[in-house]
Protein backbone atom coordinates (compact mmCIF):
# COMPACT_ATOMS: atom_id res chain seq x y z
CA UNK A 1 0.00 0.00 0.00
CA UNK A 2 2.71 2.19 1.35
CA UNK A 3 4.24 1.50 -2.68
CA UNK A 4 0.70 2.65 -3.95
CA UNK A 5 0.65 6.11 -2.23
CA UNK A 6 4.60 6.86 -3.06
CA UNK A 7 3.99 6.16 -6.80
CA UNK A 8 0.37 8.14 -6.77
CA UNK A 9 1.41 11.15 -5.27
CA UNK A 10 4.95 11.39 -7.43
CA UNK A 11 2.22 11.53 -10.46
CA UNK A 12 0.81 14.17 -8.81
CA UNK A 13 3.82 16.23 -8.57
CA UNK A 14 4.83 14.96 -12.21
CA UNK A 15 1.71 17.07 -13.70
CA UNK A 16 2.48 19.94 -11.86
CA UNK A 17 6.07 19.89 -13.28
CA UNK A 18 4.60 19.22 -16.66
CA UNK A 19 2.60 22.02 -16.96
CA UNK A 20 4.99 24.54 -14.95
CA UNK A 21 7.74 23.88 -17.35
CA UNK A 22 5.78 24.62 -20.28
CA UNK A 23 5.11 28.11 -18.93
CA UNK A 24 8.57 28.89 -17.69
CA UNK A 25 9.79 27.60 -21.43
CA UNK A 26 7.54 30.23 -23.25
CA UNK A 27 8.60 32.92 -20.66
CA UNK A 28 12.03 32.55 -21.02
CA UNK A 29 12.16 32.50 -24.89
CA UNK A 30 10.24 35.51 -25.23
CA UNK A 31 13.41 36.97 -23.66
CA UNK A 32 15.32 36.03 -26.46
CA UNK A 33 15.86 38.58 -29.19
CA UNK A 34 17.43 37.24 -32.11
CA UNK A 35 18.65 37.69 -35.27
CA UNK A 36 18.07 34.71 -37.91
CA UNK A 37 21.51 33.36 -39.17
CA UNK A 38 21.23 32.85 -43.46
CA UNK A 39 23.11 29.75 -42.94
CA UNK A 40 26.14 31.41 -45.14
CA UNK A 41 28.36 30.27 -43.00
CA UNK A 42 30.37 27.27 -42.18
CA UNK A 43 29.95 26.82 -38.87
CA UNK A 44 28.09 23.86 -36.85
CA UNK A 45 27.00 23.87 -33.09
CA UNK A 46 26.97 20.58 -31.25
CA UNK A 47 25.14 20.79 -28.02
CA UNK A 48 25.88 18.24 -25.72
CA UNK A 49 25.08 19.07 -21.76
CA UNK A 50 23.97 16.07 -20.02
CA UNK A 51 25.87 14.62 -17.15
CA UNK A 52 29.24 12.63 -17.31
CA UNK A 53 27.68 9.18 -17.77
CA UNK A 54 25.94 10.40 -20.72
CA UNK A 55 28.76 11.94 -21.85
CA UNK A 56 31.18 8.49 -21.33
CA UNK A 57 28.31 7.06 -23.81
CA UNK A 58 28.64 9.64 -26.73
CA UNK A 59 32.63 10.70 -26.54
CA UNK A 60 33.13 7.99 -28.88
CA UNK A 61 31.77 9.08 -31.53
CA UNK A 62 32.45 13.10 -31.35
CA UNK A 63 35.28 12.63 -33.71
CA UNK A 64 32.93 11.07 -36.36
CA UNK A 65 31.08 14.05 -36.92
CA UNK A 66 34.49 16.58 -37.57
CA UNK A 67 35.79 13.95 -39.69
CA UNK A 68 32.36 13.27 -42.40
CA UNK A 69 32.86 13.63 -45.35
CA UNK A 70 28.75 15.34 -45.16
CA UNK A 71 30.35 18.00 -43.43
CA UNK A 72 34.01 18.61 -45.05
CA UNK A 73 34.07 21.95 -45.14
CA UNK A 74 32.61 22.97 -41.55
CA UNK A 75 34.06 23.73 -38.53
CA UNK A 76 32.56 22.10 -35.25
CA UNK A 77 32.16 23.99 -31.99
CA UNK A 78 31.09 22.18 -28.71
CA UNK A 79 28.80 23.21 -26.18
CA UNK A 80 29.26 21.09 -23.41
CA UNK A 81 28.63 20.86 -19.57
CA UNK A 82 31.27 21.90 -17.30
CA UNK A 83 31.06 18.96 -15.06
CA UNK A 84 33.10 17.02 -17.56
CA UNK A 85 35.22 19.56 -18.81
CA UNK A 86 38.28 17.65 -17.10
CA UNK A 87 37.63 14.45 -19.25
CA UNK A 88 37.16 16.29 -22.27
CA UNK A 89 40.46 18.41 -22.18
CA UNK A 90 42.41 14.70 -21.43
CA UNK A 91 41.02 12.69 -24.28
CA UNK A 92 38.90 14.66 -26.96
CA UNK A 93 39.69 18.06 -27.30
CA UNK A 94 41.20 17.65 -30.92
CA UNK A 95 37.73 16.40 -31.48
CA UNK A 96 36.78 19.76 -32.33
CA UNK A 97 37.70 23.41 -32.90
CA UNK A 98 36.21 25.25 -30.30
CA UNK A 99 34.40 24.80 -26.60
CA UNK A 100 31.80 26.69 -25.22
CA UNK A 101 31.28 25.66 -21.33
CA UNK A 102 28.20 26.03 -19.07
CA UNK A 103 27.46 25.58 -15.71
CA UNK A 104 23.93 24.38 -15.58
CA UNK A 105 23.23 25.83 -12.43
CA UNK A 106 24.02 29.08 -12.71
CA UNK A 107 22.13 28.55 -16.09
CA UNK A 108 19.27 27.39 -14.61
CA UNK A 109 19.60 29.86 -11.87
CA UNK A 110 21.63 32.99 -12.81
CA UNK A 111 19.28 35.43 -15.71
CA UNK A 112 22.04 37.17 -16.97
CA UNK A 113 24.49 34.01 -17.05
CA UNK A 114 21.65 32.65 -19.34
CA UNK A 115 21.42 35.59 -21.72
CA UNK A 116 25.05 35.89 -21.79
CA UNK A 117 25.14 32.18 -23.16
CA UNK A 118 22.38 32.78 -25.50
CA UNK A 119 23.90 35.88 -27.21
CA UNK A 120 27.41 34.73 -27.44
CA UNK A 121 25.80 31.63 -29.33
CA UNK A 122 23.89 33.75 -31.63
CA UNK A 123 26.67 36.34 -32.65
CA UNK A 124 28.84 32.78 -33.50
CA UNK A 125 26.01 33.21 -36.39
CA UNK A 126 26.12 29.14 -36.78
CA UNK A 127 24.64 27.70 -39.68
CA UNK A 128 23.70 24.07 -38.07
CA UNK A 129 23.00 22.80 -35.11
CA UNK A 130 23.47 19.16 -34.16
CA UNK A 131 21.54 18.16 -30.95
CA UNK A 132 22.52 14.38 -30.48
CA UNK A 133 21.04 13.88 -26.51
CA UNK A 134 18.29 11.30 -26.64
CA UNK A 135 15.96 13.26 -24.00
CA UNK A 136 16.55 16.83 -24.52
CA UNK A 137 15.63 19.62 -22.03
CA UNK A 138 13.44 22.46 -23.07
CA UNK A 139 14.94 24.73 -20.89
CA UNK A 140 18.75 23.90 -22.07
CA UNK A 141 19.27 22.26 -25.54
CA UNK A 142 16.27 23.74 -27.17
CA UNK A 143 16.53 27.02 -25.88
CA UNK A 144 20.33 27.18 -26.70
CA UNK A 145 19.46 25.75 -30.44
CA UNK A 146 16.83 28.63 -30.78
CA UNK A 147 19.38 31.21 -29.68
CA UNK A 148 21.69 30.69 -32.25
CA UNK A 149 19.43 31.39 -35.46
CA UNK A 150 20.63 28.76 -37.18
CA UNK A 151 19.02 27.70 -40.17
CA UNK A 152 19.73 24.12 -40.23
CA UNK A 153 18.64 22.55 -37.17
CA UNK A 154 18.90 18.73 -36.53
CA UNK A 155 17.83 16.12 -33.14
CA UNK A 156 15.98 13.02 -32.25
CA UNK A 157 12.66 12.86 -31.62
CA UNK A 158 13.00 13.94 -28.08
CA UNK A 159 11.59 10.92 -25.52
CA UNK A 160 10.29 12.64 -22.55
CA UNK A 161 7.11 11.06 -20.69
CA UNK A 162 5.11 14.37 -21.45
CA UNK A 163 4.03 13.90 -25.05
CA UNK A 164 3.51 18.17 -24.68
CA UNK A 165 6.87 18.37 -23.86
CA UNK A 166 8.39 16.34 -26.68
CA UNK A 167 6.06 17.88 -29.18
CA UNK A 168 7.16 21.64 -28.38
CA UNK A 169 10.40 20.40 -28.80
CA UNK A 170 10.09 18.68 -32.10
CA UNK A 171 9.10 21.59 -33.69
CA UNK A 172 11.84 23.50 -33.81
CA UNK A 173 13.90 20.90 -36.35
CA UNK A 174 13.48 20.35 -39.60
CA UNK A 175 15.99 16.79 -39.23
CA UNK A 176 13.95 14.20 -36.96
CA UNK A 177 16.19 11.20 -36.05
CA UNK A 178 13.25 8.84 -35.55
CA UNK A 179 14.56 6.50 -32.96
CA UNK A 180 14.57 2.89 -31.23
CA UNK A 181 12.89 3.35 -27.74
CA UNK A 182 14.39 -0.04 -26.30
CA UNK A 183 17.56 0.27 -27.36
CA UNK A 184 21.04 1.08 -25.46
CA UNK A 185 22.50 4.49 -25.03
CA UNK A 186 25.67 4.01 -26.19
CA UNK A 187 23.77 2.35 -29.55
CA UNK A 188 21.83 5.16 -29.69
CA UNK A 189 24.47 7.49 -30.00
CA UNK A 190 25.79 5.37 -32.83
CA UNK A 191 22.61 5.14 -34.79
CA UNK A 192 22.14 9.21 -34.34
CA UNK A 193 25.99 9.55 -35.62
CA UNK A 194 25.72 7.25 -38.26
CA UNK A 195 22.48 9.09 -39.88
CA UNK A 196 23.76 12.66 -39.35
CA UNK A 197 27.11 11.92 -40.79
CA UNK A 198 25.90 9.30 -43.66
CA UNK A 199 28.53 6.74 -42.65
CA UNK A 200 28.67 3.71 -41.19
CA UNK A 201 30.23 3.30 -37.36
CA UNK A 202 31.94 0.10 -36.52
CA UNK A 203 32.80 0.58 -32.46
CA UNK A 204 30.34 -1.46 -30.26
CA UNK A 205 31.21 -0.43 -27.13
CA UNK A 206 32.27 2.52 -24.83
CA UNK A 207 35.92 2.88 -24.55
CA UNK A 208 38.42 4.89 -22.66
CA UNK A 209 42.38 4.19 -23.94
CA UNK A 210 44.07 4.54 -20.70
CA UNK A 211 46.85 2.73 -19.49
CA UNK A 212 45.91 0.38 -16.81
CA UNK A 213 47.83 -1.42 -13.70
CA UNK A 214 45.91 -3.23 -11.76
CA UNK A 215 45.66 -3.12 -8.25
CA UNK A 216 43.64 -5.05 -5.75
CA UNK A 217 40.86 -2.20 -5.03
CA UNK A 218 37.13 -3.02 -5.08
CA UNK A 219 35.18 0.54 -5.48
CA UNK A 220 32.19 0.80 -3.80
CA UNK A 221 30.23 3.68 -5.38
CA UNK A 222 27.40 4.22 -2.97
CA UNK A 223 26.20 7.50 -4.93
CA UNK A 224 23.00 8.49 -7.36
CA UNK A 225 20.70 10.85 -8.88
CA UNK A 226 17.67 9.88 -7.23
CA UNK A 227 16.52 7.96 -4.20
CA UNK A 228 14.85 5.19 -5.18
CA UNK A 229 18.00 4.25 -7.53
CA UNK A 230 20.58 4.30 -3.78
CA UNK A 231 21.04 0.70 -1.95
CA UNK A 232 21.15 2.20 2.12
CA UNK A 233 23.97 2.07 4.25
CA UNK A 234 22.81 -1.11 5.45
CA UNK A 235 23.26 -3.05 2.56
CA UNK A 236 26.77 -1.78 1.67
CA UNK A 237 28.34 -2.27 5.58
CA UNK A 238 26.38 -5.69 4.98
CA UNK A 239 28.52 -6.57 1.79
CA UNK A 240 32.02 -4.84 2.47
CA UNK A 241 31.97 -7.33 5.62
CA UNK A 242 31.51 -10.05 3.44
CA UNK A 243 34.43 -8.95 1.24
CA UNK A 244 36.32 -8.11 4.03
CA UNK A 245 36.36 -11.33 5.55
CA UNK A 246 38.60 -13.04 2.49
CA UNK A 247 41.20 -10.61 3.24
CA UNK A 248 42.38 -9.94 -0.54
CA UNK A 249 41.30 -6.90 -1.27
CA UNK A 250 41.70 -2.81 -0.94
CA UNK A 251 38.06 -1.44 -0.57
CA UNK A 252 37.44 1.63 -1.13
CA UNK A 253 33.82 3.73 -0.79
CA UNK A 254 33.43 6.49 -3.60
CA UNK A 255 30.85 8.80 -4.15
CA UNK A 256 30.45 13.31 -4.97
CA UNK A 257 29.82 15.63 -1.57
CA UNK A 258 26.45 14.58 -1.29
CA UNK A 259 27.15 10.75 -0.39
CA UNK A 260 30.24 12.10 2.14
CA UNK A 261 27.76 11.77 5.09
CA UNK A 262 26.59 8.08 4.58
CA UNK A 263 30.48 7.23 3.34
CA UNK A 264 31.39 8.12 6.67
CA UNK A 265 28.29 6.13 8.36
CA UNK A 266 29.71 3.12 6.08
CA UNK A 267 33.29 3.26 7.14
CA UNK A 268 33.07 3.87 10.88
CA UNK A 269 30.88 0.34 10.85
CA UNK A 270 33.43 -1.39 8.63
CA UNK A 271 37.19 0.27 8.40
CA UNK A 272 37.55 0.51 4.63
CA UNK A 273 38.42 3.37 2.75
CA UNK A 274 36.68 6.47 2.30
CA UNK A 275 37.18 8.71 -0.79
CA UNK A 276 33.77 10.42 -1.46
CA UNK A 277 34.29 13.40 -2.41
CA UNK A 278 38.25 13.43 -2.72
CA UNK A 279 39.33 12.82 -6.18
CA UNK A 280 38.68 14.77 -9.34
CA UNK A 281 36.89 13.13 -12.37
CA UNK A 282 40.49 11.78 -14.11
CA UNK A 283 41.67 10.24 -10.87
CA UNK A 284 38.62 8.76 -10.29
CA UNK A 285 38.39 7.12 -14.01
CA UNK A 286 41.92 5.88 -13.77
CA UNK A 287 41.05 4.59 -10.07
CA UNK A 288 38.21 3.08 -12.03
CA UNK A 289 40.22 1.43 -14.68
CA UNK A 290 43.29 -0.16 -12.50
CA UNK A 291 40.78 -1.93 -10.43
CA UNK A 292 40.08 -5.40 -9.25
CA UNK A 293 36.12 -4.83 -9.74
CA UNK A 294 33.56 -2.26 -9.42
CA UNK A 295 30.27 -1.86 -7.38
CA UNK A 296 27.70 0.71 -8.24
CA UNK A 297 24.41 2.18 -7.99
CA UNK A 298 23.39 3.37 -11.70
CA UNK A 299 25.91 6.00 -11.64
CA UNK A 300 28.40 7.48 -14.20
CA UNK A 301 31.10 4.68 -12.51
CA UNK A 302 28.68 2.04 -14.24
CA UNK A 303 29.83 3.42 -18.27
CA UNK A 304 33.47 4.07 -17.24
CA UNK A 305 34.09 0.99 -15.85
CA UNK A 306 32.49 -0.91 -19.15
CA UNK A 307 34.79 1.64 -20.92
CA UNK A 308 37.70 0.88 -18.94
CA UNK A 309 36.88 -3.32 -19.44
CA UNK A 310 37.18 -3.40 -15.43
CA UNK A 311 34.65 -6.20 -14.02
CA UNK A 312 31.43 -4.64 -12.85
CA UNK A 313 28.43 -5.26 -10.51
CA UNK A 314 25.53 -2.70 -11.40
CA UNK A 315 22.97 -2.34 -8.84
CA UNK A 316 19.82 -1.21 -10.97
CA UNK A 317 16.22 -0.22 -9.89
CA UNK A 318 14.97 -0.88 -13.48
CA UNK A 319 13.89 2.75 -14.50
CA UNK A 320 15.07 2.93 -17.96
CA UNK A 321 17.18 0.14 -17.56
CA UNK A 322 17.27 -0.56 -21.63
CA UNK A 323 19.08 2.57 -21.72
CA UNK A 324 21.50 2.96 -18.97
CA UNK A 325 21.97 -0.73 -16.63
CA UNK A 326 21.25 -3.34 -19.55
CA UNK A 327 24.62 -4.53 -20.82
CA UNK A 328 23.52 -8.07 -21.86
CA UNK A 329 23.79 -7.37 -26.02
CA UNK A 330 27.46 -6.20 -25.75
CA UNK A 331 28.46 -9.79 -24.55
CA UNK A 332 30.13 -8.46 -22.30
CA UNK A 333 31.43 -11.49 -19.54
CA UNK A 334 32.79 -9.29 -16.53
CA UNK A 335 29.85 -7.39 -16.21
CA UNK A 336 26.68 -7.95 -14.02
CA UNK A 337 23.52 -5.81 -13.50
CA UNK A 338 21.72 -7.05 -10.45
CA UNK A 339 17.57 -5.52 -10.48
CA UNK A 340 14.94 -5.56 -7.83
CA UNK A 341 12.91 -8.67 -7.65
CA UNK A 342 9.69 -6.91 -8.16
CA UNK A 343 11.30 -5.21 -11.84
CA UNK A 344 12.94 -8.73 -12.61
CA UNK A 345 9.57 -10.55 -12.62
CA UNK A 346 7.29 -7.75 -14.42
CA UNK A 347 10.23 -7.60 -16.81
CA UNK A 348 9.55 -11.34 -17.42
CA UNK A 349 5.97 -11.14 -17.72
CA UNK A 350 6.51 -8.36 -20.37
CA UNK A 351 8.85 -10.71 -22.31
CA UNK A 352 11.79 -8.29 -21.96
CA UNK A 353 9.55 -5.41 -23.64
CA UNK A 354 9.37 -3.38 -20.74
CA UNK A 355 9.43 1.11 -21.43
CA UNK A 356 7.93 2.22 -18.60
CA UNK A 357 8.92 1.39 -14.84
CA UNK A 358 8.28 3.35 -11.51
CA UNK A 359 10.82 2.21 -8.91
CA UNK A 360 10.30 3.30 -5.40
CA UNK A 361 13.05 3.40 -2.78
CA UNK A 362 12.10 -0.09 -1.05
CA UNK A 363 12.71 -1.99 -4.49
CA UNK A 364 16.56 -1.72 -4.81
CA UNK A 365 16.48 -2.64 -1.05
CA UNK A 366 15.45 -6.33 -2.39
CA UNK A 367 18.59 -6.58 -3.53
CA UNK A 368 20.66 -8.64 -0.66
CA UNK A 369 24.42 -8.13 -0.04
CA UNK A 370 24.53 -12.01 -0.27
CA UNK A 371 23.84 -12.35 -3.82
CA UNK A 372 25.66 -9.32 -4.80
CA UNK A 373 28.83 -10.41 -3.33
CA UNK A 374 27.94 -13.75 -4.73
CA UNK A 375 27.66 -12.06 -8.43
CA UNK A 376 31.62 -10.33 -7.41
CA UNK A 377 32.90 -13.68 -6.53
CA UNK A 378 31.19 -14.78 -10.54
CA UNK A 379 33.26 -11.89 -11.86
CA UNK A 380 36.36 -12.18 -10.01
CA UNK A 381 36.61 -16.08 -10.56
Not at 65 to 73: D, G, M, V
Not at 250 to 270: C, L, Q, R, W
Request: hydrophobic residues 40%; positive net charge.
Amino acid sequence: MSRFFSVLIRRIKSRKKEQKLLKQFHTWKNTLHLQKNNNSSNKILIIRLDDIGDYILFRNFLGYYKNAERWKNYSFTLLGNIVWKELFEKFDKDKVDLVIWIDKKQYLTNESYREKIWSELNEKKFAVVICPSRTRPLLLDDLCAIATGAKTMIAAENNFVYDSWNQLSNSFYNELFPADNLTHEFNFNRSFAEWCCKQNISITKPEINIDKSETANIICFIGASAKSKRWIAQRWIELINMIKKENKYNIFVAGGNSDVIMAEKIVADTGVNNIAGKTSLNEMIEMIANAKAIITNDTMATHAAVACNTPLIILANGNNYYRFTDYSSFNLQNVITMYPERFSKKLKDQKNNLLHYEAVSSDIQTISAEAVYKSLQKILS
